[in-house]
């Protein structure tokens, strides 16, 4: 028997970990007993961290790290909410000034033991903390483990867990309460030792070893302290903490245990880890919800309701008083009509449908999103121990306010201010030492400009993954150049170095460039695979681009780029040939990316000609067009990029088009062909829409295909003009069932003028339109004519003649009869 109902022996308070209720009555039973000494599960490396627990900064949740110093990966958190019973616990010695120890097996042995069972079973993790208090391992041996808090609710008659411990515990009437607080603990024990007694160890074969360690501590406190002790663990504990033993025997299952060097120091958590069954976690579905029952003195139903109102009433829902009362009332309705002493989450989440949310999941998932589960980051002192590298990114945060948060959040960066800029070398050097804080994103701009969009979310493992990236170095920067080097002496692949090239002009490591241009120019003269060139010569296009804006040197990197564009024209032609269909739409990505690249060395590498390898590159894309052994996707998109970039007339364009659709070909080619020319392509809907020549081509091609082979084009088809937008695909068939205008010229390949379009481009009108353009894009400073209207023969520079200003704004852009 226990202290708990007894006054002999230390007292045992058995809990159920991150309960709000076994939280409270800890907290009245050290009232009550008033305790020399208070022993807690978890690791007793982590003593010298407790006096930590009472600084100010120190804010729940937040959690113990350990992690082996030889391999920081291999790590194990204990988390700790506000409503944990252990951290109730510890808050009350320190405030009492009673000493508080850890007295679980070290971490030191259990780091060791998840090494050995991930080696023994191929597992590909380590020691994750559980939120039991004890490290779970990925690759420990399976097991049939129970769930006691599960066996005791079935045996009471309930088939949900968390409801039968909601009523048995959490949801106490306050006039119900025990004189004794301490007896709750000495029930529960009893139920445990029943549980025992049937399931042994309950398929924890580890808690064995555990428990041994955690006799041997009590032990030596009570030759300390006496009886006058509390310990606070696990209820499954407490059977085996009272259970009679010999110390002989308790050291017998220790030895040999492995052990490795541990380093552990306090990490801030959060709500959302909490609520994890796997890897950090602590599996519990509602630590919002535990948290509000904890810190919520009365009415607690009342003031959960109000909480939810107000999130409601922020996303502009509309919520009353009323709304408020009528869900208290239903959700207390609901309980009684369940048998249950007070409302709990479920009732009170049909409440909040029903009422608040008017029968909807959406708003609803946002109350589990943000209140259910919480938002909630905990915080650690300054005064924490911290390896050095997490010491320099925590400056760079404050410098930079960059706050390490765990909501998502986007941020936007101009990278012609000084501290944006900083930011975007902190976020590109943290992802090449792989702590993925950041990640870009599409924004407003596209990549490569003077903009950069990045999506913000701060994990608690990252300190992990900071303790690894420690061993290339002391600080972001160093640590950033060492692994980049070292990356780049090891890569095997050019499209490797030429992403790390990329990466190291991005994050601005010019010390490590020097070894990174090396072993790009060594992997560009080995490589004589044209794929593996084509695949490469984006990433050095984009980042010469990159160099540009953030005006880095990159003349060598420049040079290297232009000579892997050059081997890319003589060898793309004979690698297009004789290939399958996933062997062609790989290499017409290619195409697309060394298209792209090319623009870019045009523009921005000035040791070559760039416009001798423009005209060289296309050279290269009239020879694929016009082969007929080139594969049917690749010339479709080769003639697109010629006729885009104004080298290919449409009269030509047509023709090819006529040919690649004429009967003679295989009607799969000529899918082909119609998928290359304009399917996945920016405008290539626009293209038919804009051109009834070629869109009269396509429609008399498709109405010609033969029944039996049409459905074996389909698919093709529908993959083309799927990735159209709505309106695209509809003006596509508005003008298809139409067909040719009445009265107005026919769409053929003919080169009659198709309906609304002129024979060809009227330059005086286009020019027209390039005064407004430079308006709007902010490139005049100084005054011009006025954007109401343009005067595209420059007879009334000073737009002053308002006959000419009304007939020039009046008549239509583009609308040349």
């Known amino acids: 028997m226990t202290r708990a109902a007894c006054s002999a022996g230390p007292l045992l308070l058995g809990v159920r970990h ?49 992690h082996a110093v030889d391999d920081p990966g291999q790590a194990a958190f204990w988390p700790l909410a506000s409503f944990s019973p252990e951290w109730v616990a510890i808050r009350w010695a320190l405030a009492h000034d009673v000493p508080v120890r850890f007295i679980d097996l070290p971490a030191a042995n259990s780091l060791a033991m998840a090494q050995a069972a991930e080696r023994e ?89 555990r428990e041994a360690y955690m006799r041997i501590q009590l032990r030596k406190s009570v030759k300390e302290f006496g009886d006058d002790i509390a310990v606070v663990c696990g209820a499954w504990h407490v059977p085996a903490l009272v259970t009679r ?174 501290t944006d800029a900083a930011r975007s070398r902190l976020l590109h050097r943290l992802r090449i030492l792989a702590v993925g804080w950041g990640e870009p994103v599409a924004g407003r701009a596209s990549t490569g400009t003077f903009r950069e969009s990045w999506r913000l979310c701060w994990e608690p493992e990252l300190y992990v993954r900071v303790a690894e990236a420690g061993t290339w170095g002391t600080t972001v920067l160093a640590a950033a150049i060492a692994k980049a080097e070292t990356q780049a002496v090891s890569a095997t692949a050019l499209a490797e170095v030429t992403a790390l090239a990329e990466h190291c002009l991005l994050a601005e490591l010019p010390d490590a460039l020097p070894v990174v241009m090396r072993a790009l120019a060594d992997r560009a003269a080995l490589d004589a695979d044209v794929g593996h060139l084509a695949d ?76 001798g390898l423009r005209e060289r590159w296309t050279a290269v894309l009239h020879k694929l067009a016009a082969r007929d052994m080139v594969a049917g996707v690749i010339r479709g998109r080769a003639a697109r990029l010629l006729l885009d970039e104004g080298r290919l007339a449409e009269d030509a364009a047509a023709r090819l088009m006529g040919l690649a659709l004429s009967p003679c070909t ?30 009269g081509l396509v429609d008399a091609w498709l109405t010609g295909v033969p029944a039996d082979t049409f459905a074996d084009v389909l698919p093709l088809l529908r993959r083309t003009f799927s990735v159209y937008e709505a309106g695209v695909r509809r003006t596509l068939g508005e003008l298809v069932r139409r067909g040719p205008s009445a009265g107005g010229p026919t769409a053929t390949a003919t080169g009659t003028t198709a309906p609304g379009f002129g024979p060809g481009l009227d330059g005086a009108r286009a020019d027209a339109v390039v005064p407004v353009l430079r308006l709007l894009l902010g490139l005049d400073t100084g005054t011009g004519p006025d954007p109401g209207g343009v005067d595209p023969d420059n007879s009334d520079p000073d737009n002053r003649d308002p006959d000419k200003r009304v007939e020039n704004a009046e008549e239509p852009l583009g609308a040349t009869g």
């Open 536 to 611: 490469a010569l984006p990433a050095l296009a984009r980042t010469l681009r990159y160099g540009d804006v953030r005006s880095t040197d990159t003349a060598a990197l420049g040079e290297v780029a232009a000579g892997l564009a050059e081997r890319i024209c003589v060898g793309l032609p004979p690698a297009c040939t004789g290939l399958d269909a996933d062997g062609a739409a790989e290499l017409r990505r290619r195409v697309d990316g060394v298209h792209t690249a090319i623009g870019l060395l045009t523009g921005f590498v000035q040791a070559v000609d760039g416009a």
């Open 18 to 66: 991150h309960g709000p209720g076994s939280a409270r009555a800890v907290r009245a039973a050290l009232e009550a007993a008033r305790p020399r000494a208070v022993l807690i599960e978890g690791p007793p490396e982590g003593d010298a961290l407790l006096p930590l627990a009472a600084d100010e900064q120190m804010r729940p949740p937040v959690a113990l790290l350990a």
């Open 121 to 209: 079973t191929g597992g590909d993790g380590g020691a994750d903390g559980d939120g039991s208090g004890e490290p779970s391992t990925a690759g420990s041996p399976a097991h049939a483990p129970i769930d006691p808090i599960g066996v005791l609710a079935e045996t009471a008659g309930y088939d949900d867990p968390e409801r039968w411990w909601e009523d048995v515990v959490e949801h106490r009437a306050q006039g119900g309460e025990a004189a004794d607080p301490r007896a709750r603990f000495a029930a529960l024990a009893e139920a445990m030792t029943a549980l025992r007694e049937v399931y042994g160890d309950g398929g924890h074969p580890r808690d064995t070893v």
């Open 245 to 418: 033993t010999t110390l002989a025997a308790d050291r017998a299952l220790l030895k040999g245990l492995p052990k490795v060097k541990a380093e552990l120091t306090w990490v801030p958590w959060s709500h959302r880890r909490l609520a994890r069954h796997s890897g950090y976690g602590a599996g519990i579905d509602s630590p919002g919800w535990y948290g509000h029952l904890f810190e919520t003195a009365d009415r607690p139903i009342e003031r959960w309701m109000t909480k939810v109102a107000g999130l409601l009433r922020d996303e502009d829902r509309f919520v009353s008083s009323a709304h408020v009362i009528e869900a208290v009332r239903l959700a207390e309705t609901l309980a009684a009509m369940r048998g249950r002493p007070l409302a709990g989450l479920s009732e009170t989440t049909d409440a909040i449908r029903a009422v608040m949310c008017e029968g909807s999941d959406v708003p609803l998932a946002l109350v589990q999103d943000r209140l259910t589960v919480g938002e909630t980051l905990g915080e650690v002192p300054d005064t924490a121990p911290a390896v050095p590298l997490q010491r320099d990114l925590t400056r760079h945060q404050r410098t930079l306010r960059l706050k390490p948060e765990a909501v998502e959040r986007e941020l936007e960066l101009d990278l012609r201010k000084d």
């Open 666 to 695: 295989p009607p799969a080619d000529a899918a082909a062909w119609i998928e290359g020319f304009v399917g996945g392509a920016a405008g290539g809907g626009m293209l038919l829409v804009h051109d009834e020549r070629l869109l």
